[in-house]
């Protein structure tokens, strides 16, 4: 069965630092992978998605992600953060039609 | 509003109780899905329906979660005798199209369910 593993439960960073966060997923076939970021009282939003194609995707926000079928990843990166990055994340990938199948989430917190 | 609402925002029942749950998709939208998102977890699928037809419930973990869609746009999902392993945020999401994996699915902020 499709799934996507984030193996980092909570990371802390300085503003301005970079930032990757990591997804493993297991699908047999070219997976529908995507991020989303959950803030506080706030919905869930896309901030990026892979379907097929350039491996390196951008997002919004200045958040880009890589797949690389070899390693079973699709990582997020920053380049630098910002305090209001600090969020709860959550990669997903696409199960049996277009039902969303969520990690556990990686918890993001930025010091000043 | 342009975006998803959902309501109550907050919602604490006695176990025992039932409850209802709504979802207002944007304005047009086709397809709507509901999930399940407990404390420390990633949102969990229930159950999805294209205009009023509920194509798909095989997230639904019993036979008490009951969700309807009469008229293809607002949503209720109904939880008859709740119990504590109910207590969740329960989010809504609505996409554009029927049943394309590449249509983005926008999520309401939720409603939290605390059953005591």
């Known amino acids: 069965a499709q799934s996507v593993t984030q193996p980092d439960i909570h990371i802390t960073v300085s503003e301005g630092a970079s930032l990757e966060l990591r997804c493993n997923y297991s699908?047999?076939?070219?997976?529908?992978l995507f991020w989303y970021v959950q803030s506080p009282g706030q919905g869930l939003q896309l901030l990026l998605k892979?379907?097929?194609?350039?491996?390196l995707v951008q997002g919004i926000k200045g958040f880009e992600a890589e797949f690389k079928r070899s390693q079973s990843s699709f990582n997020l990166r920053k380049p630098s953060v910002h305090w209001s990055d600090a969020a709860e994340y959550f990669c997903?990938?696409?199960?049996?039609?277009?039902?969303?199948?969520f990690g556990t989430g990686t918890q993001l917190k930025v010091e000043l | 509003g342009a975006g998803v609402s959902q309501s109550p925002r907050y919602k604490v029942a006695k176990r025992g109780q039932d409850v209802a749950l709504r979802c207002d998709p944007i304005?047009?939208?086709?397809?709507l899905f509901w999930y399940q998102q407990a404390l420390g977890q990633g949102p969990e699928f229930l159950t999805y329906?294209?205009?009023?037809?509920?194509?798909?419930k095989s997230g639904l973990p019993s036979d008490r979660f009951f969700a309807e869609r009469p008229e293809g746009s607002v949503s209720t999902l109904k939880i008859q005798r709740t119990q504590q392993e109910d207590s969740a945020v329960y989010l809504c999401?609505?996409?554009?199209?029927?049943?394309?994996?590449?249509?983005?699915?926008?999520f309401g902020p939720g409603t939290r369910l605390t059953v005591l």
């Open positions: 892979y379907f097929s194609g350039d491996t």
């Open positions: 999401a609505s996409s554009l199209e029927g049943g394309l994996v590449y249509d983005e699915q926008f």
């Open positions: 997903a990938v696409v199960k049996g039609g277009n039902k969303l199948t």
């Open positions: 329906f294209q205009n009023e037809a509920q194509l798909d």
């Open positions: 304005s047009g939208h086709v397809s």
């Open positions: 699908y047999g076939a070219t997976p529908y």
